[in-house]
């Protein structure tokens, strides 16, 4: 991920209309596209979830968090860090467990 820089101002005020308790930007990466694990089918399953990937802090519990702002529609990944978030690196992807499912972020 790249480093965030006065350029993401825009960014964090986009966020903030959708979660005003966000107050800072982490690391941000410019293109990334969101999979699912179909267990019965036992393979990754492409989503209409893809674009840039914000990692942020909140004012509020839960304290961090990331969000796709999706390019293809507008629904958006929001996906609180929390202790049911299970998540591993395995570069170039981000691989992560949350309570509803398992899912790739490439």
């Known amino acids: 991920m790249e480093t965030v820089n006065a350029g993401n101002t825009m960014s ?3 966020l903030q209309r ?3 308790y966000i107050n800072k930007l982490l690391d941000v990466t410019g293109q990334v596209a969101l999979y ?4 019965k089918a ?14 942020y802090a909140r004012s ?11 390019r293809l529609s507008t629904e958006n990944l929001v996906e ?3 202790k049911d978030l299970e998540f591993q690196l395995q570069d170039p992807f981000l691989l992560y467990r949350n309570g509803n499912c398992e ?4």
């Open 103 to 106: 899912s790739i972020v490439q």
């Open 18 to 20: 959708q979660d005003p």
């Open 80 to 82: 609180p860090i929390n």
């Open 60 to 70: 509020a519990s839960p304290y961090h968090g990331f969000t796709i702002m999706n």
């Open 36 to 39: 699912n694990f179909n267990s």
């Open 42 to 55: 036992n393979e990754w399953e492409k989503t209409d979830i893809e674009g840039t990937l914000f990692v």
């Open 12 to 14: 964090l005020a986009a």
